[in-house]
């Protein structure tokens, strides 16, 4: 299957989001999100970006298998909760 790459300004992804990640979803269309005719953001198939994701770092392999079998047992964090420990994990690294 031939891999599909639109070119969309990031105004027009926005107002079409929920067609835009269908496409992406369903078709494995690729979109690249412009701003004034600069890219400045990519949407993906999910399973496409773990496959790449995982070309970059094996580990990440490790790391996403574990987050979907917590997802699975439902010992997901809160998002506001995982930031805060993001920050905090952040905040230690700088000092």
Do not use: C
């Not at 107002?15 to 990640?21: K, T």
């Not at 690249?32 to 198939?45: H, R, S």
């Amino acid at each position: 299957m031939k891999s599909v790459v639109h070119r969309i300004p990031l105004t027009r992804a926005r107002i079409n989001l929920g067609q835009v990640v269908r496409r992406a979803r369903v078709n494995r269309e690729y979109f690249i999100l412009e701003k004034d005719g600069i890219p400045v953001a990519g949407i993906m198939n999910v399973d496409d970006l773990e496959d790449y994701l995982e070309l970059l770092d094996p580990g990440v392999k490790k790391q996403i298998e574990k987050s979907s079998a917590e997802y699975r047992r439902g010992e997901a964090r809160e998002a506001g909760k995982f930031l805060a420990e993001l920050r905090s994990q952040r905040a230690k690294r700088r000092k």
